[in-house]
């Protein structure tokens, strides 16, 4: 959706705006996939945590491109939805992260 939307934002924002919302999108992803690679629970959590700081970029930038008038505020919504959405799984994510680690913590006990 990011990659579809930043076609038509203009070319002089080509390394600027658009390169930046990219790669905060992009960054979602690579940190879910990384954090799914460490052993720990606490790292696990943290990539979970660097995710949702990337997918709040992504909702700032884009406010800021529909401030500067590359979007609408129609073009918000669907993103806005999207990004909620997943901000959930996150939250949900890094809960079970917490709880599996607490569950750890009680039967070393």
């Given at each position: 959706?990011?990659?579809?939307?930043?076609?038509s934002?203009?070319?002089d924002?080509?390394?600027?705006?658009?390169?930046?919302?990219?790669?905060?999108?992009?960054?979602v992803?690579?940190?879910?996939?990384?954090?799914?690679?460490?052993?720990?629970?606490?790292?696990?959590?943290?990539?979970?945590?660097?995710?949702?700081?990337?997918l709040?970029?992504?909702?700032?930038?884009?406010?800021?491109?529909?401030?500067?008038?590359?979007?609408?505020?129609?073009?918000?919504?669907?993103?806005?939805?999207?990004?909620?959405?997943i901000?959930?799984?996150?939250?949900?994510?890094?809960k079970?992260y917490?709880?599996?680690?607490?569950?750890?913590?009680?039967?070393?006990?």
């Amino acid at each position: 959706m990011v990659y579809d939307l930043t076609k038509s934002f203009p070319g002089d924002e080509k390394f600027g705006l658009t390169s930046q919302l990219r790669r905060s999108a992009v960054s979602v992803s690579s940190n879910i996939a990384e954090g799914t690679s460490r052993n720990t629970l606490t790292a696990k959590s943290h990539f979970v945590t660097v995710a949702f700081s990337s997918l709040m970029e992504v909702m700032s930038q884009l406010i800021l491109a529909n401030e500067l008038g590359f979007i609408q505020k129609d073009d918000l919504i669907p993103f806005r939805e999207k990004i909620a959405h997943i901000s959930n799984q996150l939250n949900n994510l890094k809960k079970f992260y917490q709880q599996q680690k607490a569950n750890d913590n009680d039967n070393d006990k």
